[in-house]
């Protein structure tokens, strides 16, 4: 089992920056592949940013490229989302997640290959 608890989530102006944490409790955190995700309102679920199991992979959604960086400190069981460059549609309910992975290192895009999702954090981004 794994527990995941989100923060760094707030209001920001159009331009700026937010660090989203997700701190894993639990089974061994490195065994696992990580994802951002998101989801406004009357949108689906997308995911801005993965991780693989070793840090080697990522994945980023085009809208995000340049902007947003996934990164993992197994030593603190703790996944971060740098997110620079705010805009407006980037306001949305972030949700980390995680993939027990035990062989491979890939990353995971698509929500239903999670089994752990956190509580989600609040990011809204005014113009």
């Known amino acids: 089992q794994v527990l995941l608890v989100e923060s760094g989530g707030g209001a920001v102006q159009a331009g700026g920056s937010l660090r989203l944490s997700c701190a894993a409790s639990g089974r061994t955190f490195s065994g696992h592949a990580m994802g951002w995700f998101r989801q406004a309102p009357g949108k689906e679920r997308e995911c801005v940013a993965a991780?693989?199991?070793?840090?080697?992979?990522?994945y980023y959604l085009d809208s995000v490229k340049g902007r947003f960086t996934i990164s993992g400190d197994n030593a603190k069981n703790t996944v971060y989302l740098q997110m620079n460059s705010l805009k407006p549609e980037d306001t949305a309910v972030y949700y980390c997640?995680?993939?027990?992975?035990?062989?491979?290192?890939?990353?995971?895009?698509?929500?239903?290959?999670?089994?752990?999702w956190g509580q989600g954090t609040q990011v809204t981004v005014s113009s």
């Open positions: 991780i693989s199991r070793s840090g080697g992979s990522t």
């Open positions: 997640a995680a993939r027990p992975t035990y062989s491979g290192d890939y990353y995971y895009t698509q929500g239903y290959e999670y089994g752990f």
